[in-house]
């Protein structure tokens, strides 16, 4: 599946490939560990969330793939991508991997598809870029 395809659910269903373009810092809530990277393949980026190990096994410049994930509401009320407890992610390879960092499905306004109440649409574009990783010019 490619990135500009995924929607918001709570459900265990995202397999997708990726090269994990920034990595920021890593953060302690009690004993859990976590940190936040841009994400992104060919067609769309995404803030893509990173639990305990996971902060430092993968880096900038890694493609991973990631099967089973969630995209949901999670970091400050930001949509991310993340594995969950049901997910898995590996890394396939790095550096050789063609992306693009907009669209960021992450900085999207979705509404519930009023035809489908377990769906949601995109209503607008909040940012075209990551607001947490912006663009290095």
Known sequence: MPLKDIVPAAQNNISVQFIVVE???????????????????????????????????????????????????GYRNNLILRAGKRGKIEKVGEFTMAFVETPNMSEIRWIPDPNNSIAYVQEGVIASHSRIFPPKL
């Open 23 to 73: 990595k920021g810092r890593v953060t302690s809530e009690g004993q859990n560990k976590t940190c936040l990277g841009l994400v992104a393949d060919e067609t769309a980026a995404v803030h893509f969330q990173f639990w305990g190990d996971e902060c430092e096994v993968f880096e900038a410049g890694d493609i991973v793939r990631l099967e089973n994930g969630i995209f949901s509401y």
